[in-house]
């Protein structure tokens, strides 16, 4: 059974980085395309960063210039980076990853607040 674990987030002061994690098991098919999603309180689930199966990357205009997304060299993690947090960066953030085929698997979550 696919499985996906996000890690990596916590509490940090506005201006400080994280980087979330988001392991897979269960495949025997490497991650092929992936994408980091955010909610929070209140809000709809929101596209923050993608990345392709040719490792073209896409970022929601709010994170552009401070998030990055990228995979580790066995295409098993998909990590997100991100720098000069913001407030408004606080919410539950989510991986969403395809392993070569048209479904889609989804992480459990994991907050981060930014809060001084």
């Known amino acids: 059974q696919v499985q996906l674990v996000e890690s990596g987030g916590g509490l940090v002061q506005p201006g400080g980085s994280l980087r979330l994690a988001c392991a897979a098991s269960?495949?025997?098919?490497?991650?092929?395309?992936a994408a980091w999603y955010r909610q929070a309180p209140g809000k709809q689930r929101e596209l923050v960063a993608a990345i392709t199966t040719a490792d073209s990357t896409n970022y929601a205009d709010s994170v552009k210039g401070r998030f990055t997304i990228y995979r580790s060299y066995g295409k098993t993690t998909v990590y997100l980076q991100m720098n000069s947090l913001k407030p408004e960066d606080t919410a539950v953030y989510y991986c969403?990853?395809?392993?070569?085929?048209?479904?889609?698997?989804w992480g459990q979550g994991t907050q981060v607040t930014v809060s001084s």
């Open positions: 969403k990853a395809r392993f070569g085929g048209p479904s889609d698997y």
């Open positions: 269960g495949s025997i098919f490497s991650i092929s395309s």
